[in-house]
């Protein structure tokens, strides 16, 4: 099974700041990653798309990058509305997938 | 619009059964593989089952293989999840999802004496 380590496990960042989030897959998975953001009591919603690609809708202060085994996702100006907890796919070998373990972002 | 509406979720003993549903609605459900995951209360997300468009492959996670089944009716619209010998750690919000870019609200699941 391909493991997915994420780091950290929380942040705490103010309004403006620019905030790094990575992601490491324990064997080669290319770009066939995903980001999501989740808030409170809702669904993971689906932001970055094969490792590097917006979802359609979704603010252009998101980004990811990466292929390999090493990941990044980026806020490039943390925004009130962007509390949540981030989480990490592989889906390298569909369709068993695995998540990282996520990010739990808070505003300073 | 692509919708998915979980149901049947509630509070179950351990050993116990219990069926979850997945009505889908705004896409060609018949053409698309769909998944179930399921994330138990302050944890993260972990995959369960998937099952290909015409039901022909069908996957589970090794934490839930020989007690879930996954199942759908393409006639109906609807994905199912049955659960049997229930346990305290299947105690989570149960999602349907489709690509991966479409996820139901969730239903909940406890399992507790």
């Known amino acids: 099974d391909i493991q997915m380590t994420q780091s950290p496990s929380s942040l705490s960042a103010s309004v403006g700041d620019r905030v790094t989030i990575t992601c490491q897959a324990s064997?080669?998975?290319?770009?066939?990653l995903n980001w999501y953001q989740q808030k409170p009591g809702k669904a993971p919603k689906l932001l970055i798309y094969d490792a590097s690609n917006l979802e359609t809708g979704v603010p252009s202060r998101f980004s990811g990058s990466g292929s390999g085994t090493d990941f990044t996702f980026t806020i490039s100006s943390l925004q009130p509305e962007d509390i949540a907890t981030y989480y990490c796919q592989q889906y390298d070998n569909l369709p068993l997938v695995t998540f990282g373990q996520g990010t739990k972002l808070e505003i300073k | 619009e692509v919708q998915l509406v979980e149901s049947g979720g509630g509070l179950v003993k351990p050993g116990g059964s219990l069926r979850l549903s997945c009505a889908a609605s705004?896409?060609?459900?018949?053409?698309?593989?769909m998944n179930w995951v399921r994330q138990a209360p302050g944890k993260g997300l972990e995959w369960v089952s998937s099952?290909?468009?015409?039901?022909?492959?069908?996957y589970y996670a090794d934490s839930v293989k020989g007690r879930f089944t996954i199942s759908r009716d393409n006639a109906k619209n609807s994905l199912y999840l049955q659960m049997n010998s229930l346990r305290a750690e299947d105690t989570a919000v149960y999602y349907c999802a489709r690509d991966w870019n479409y996820w139901g609200q969730g239903t909940l699941v406890t399992v507790s004496s």
């Open positions: 099952i290909s468009s015409s039901s022909s492959y069908i």
């Open positions: 064997q080669d998975i290319s770009n066939y």
């Open positions: 705004g896409f060609t459900f018949s053409s698309y593989s």
